[in-house]
């Protein structure tokens, strides 16, 4: 087929696979298994192509391939030196940006950002650190958010919004000065609506948002990415890119 608004057929890395109607280049990929780096794009949220880390090349041109509609024909290069290459540099750089120091982190083995880097071989920040001064809010009962070591992807935001029917996050400001506000006139989080079983609090791909006093309950060595690349955990809705837990769990 290859009218528009219709299904067909891509190739990836030469490998033919289908579309269906109104899918994109990224959800035709993950419902083919195949694993395109991403850190702002989950599946059910609006795409929101702002991490770059998805860009792959269409037919001789960069592009998002979580916004970019695939159609059919189309010839798209992604797990290339090159490619690889510019991911290694952005995330890189968005180590250095926030305090992304994984040994002393919670989150470290289900840390998406930090599993993308492994994936990409990445051994060193290569840029200087800015070591940002961002406020931490720990004024929740349940849960605390670090902006340190906020990268910015806001899918905390569209989960409050397209999911929880909320509205709690937002981000403020641009380039090095824009960071993550919550949605309470005094600015923080315990004056939002949020609650610890809302899909917002656990979205977060780096350790910015975090549930309290559950930290260490899985011990390290066997947490998401210790025992999953995340290219598997990207591609298979069955392994959880964020471990669900809930304040009153035991
Ligand atoms: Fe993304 Fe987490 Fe920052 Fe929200 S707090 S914008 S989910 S990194
Ligand atoms: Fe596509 Fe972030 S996943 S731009």
Redesign the pocket.
């Known amino acids: 087929m290859s009218a528009e608004g219709k299904g067909g057929t891509i190739s990836i890395d030469g490998q033919e696979i289908p579309f269906e109607a109104g899918q994109t280049i990224m959800d035709a990929a993950l419902a083919a298994g195949i694993y395109i780096p991403h850190l ?1 794009h989950r599946p059910g949220l609006t795409p929101h192509g702002s991490c770059r880390l998805c860009t792959v090349e269409v037919d001789g041109r960069n592009a998002a391939a979580c916004t970019l509609p695939a159609a059919d024909g189309q010839h798209v290069d992604s797990n290339t030196v090159a490619l690889n290459e510019v991911r290694k540099t952005i995330t890189q750089m968005l180590f250095v940006e926030g305090n992304h120091l994984c040994p002393g982190c919670e989150k470290s083995g289900d840390c998406t950002l930090q599993a993308v880097a492994y994936y990409l071989g990445m051994l060193d920040g290569h840029f200087p650190q800015f070591y940002p001064r961002r406020e931490v809010d720990a004024s929740h009962p349940d849960i605390v ?1 670090d ?1 340190d ?9 569209r ?1 409050s919004r397209q999911i929880d029917g909320k509205d709690v ?1 937002a ?1 403020s400001g641009r380039g090095i000065h824009a960071s ?1 506000i919550v949605n309470a006139p005094s600015g923080r989080l315990v004056d939002t609506d949020i609650a610890a079983t809302d899909v ?1 609090a656990h ?4 350790g ?2 975090l549930i309290k006093g559950h930290g260490f309950e899985v011990p390290i060595g066997r947490r998401t990415f210790d025992t999953h690349r995340v290219s598997e955990a990207g591609r298979d809705a069955r392994l959880p890119l964020v471990r669900p837990r809930h304040a009153d769990e035991e």
């Open positions: 702002c958010l902006r070591r906020c990268i910015l992807c806001e899918l905390c935001v989960a996050f981000i993550l917002a979205i977060c791909p780096v910015a948002i």
